[in-house]
């Protein structure tokens, strides 16, 4: 439900990762998991999920935060391929919105499993 998950997301929520410099905004999360959730994912299972709520009482992340750890069995849509990743996000709550999240999972794993190989640039010479 694409309202539900604007709804628990602050108007400036920025989310972080899976890569280094990967970052989103609220705007753009939601037009992303719309377009994915259509067009790319035939479904998503949470697998031995996890989650925590702790708070870091001072600091630049102080506040209250929820993590989740799980391992993601991903089927994609038009295709046999799936894959399953361990994948951990870790969500900082205010007011009851997600104001900040930080997202982590080998995206090299994702892409091997998909039959992706990578190639050092110095190794095309």
């Known amino acids: 439900d694409f309202d539900a998950m604007s709804s628990a997301l602050d108007d400036d929520y920025i989310g972080l990762g899976p890569s280094f410099n990967d970052s989103i905004n609220k705007v753009d999360a939601v037009k992303s998991w719309k377009y994915n959730v259509e067009n790319l994912y035939e479904k998503i299972k949470y697998e031995k999920?996890?989650?925590?709520?702790?708070?870091?009482?001072?600091?630049?992340?102080?506040g209250d935060w929820v993590s989740n750890w799980a391992q993601l069995h991903i089927t994609y849509k038009g295709s046999d391929d799936d894959i399953v990743i361990w994948a951990n996000t870790a969500y900082q709550?205010?007011?009851?919105?997600?104001?900040?999240?930080y997202t982590f999972y080998n995206e090299a794993d994702a892409l091997e499993q998909l039959d992706y190989f990578f190639i050092h640039p110095d190794q095309l010479n």
Do not use: C, H
């Open 93 to 101: 709550i205010r007011n009851n919105k997600i104001i900040r999240s």
């Open 49 to 62: 999920s996890r989650t925590v709520a702790f708070d870091i009482p001072d600091g630049e992340n102080a």
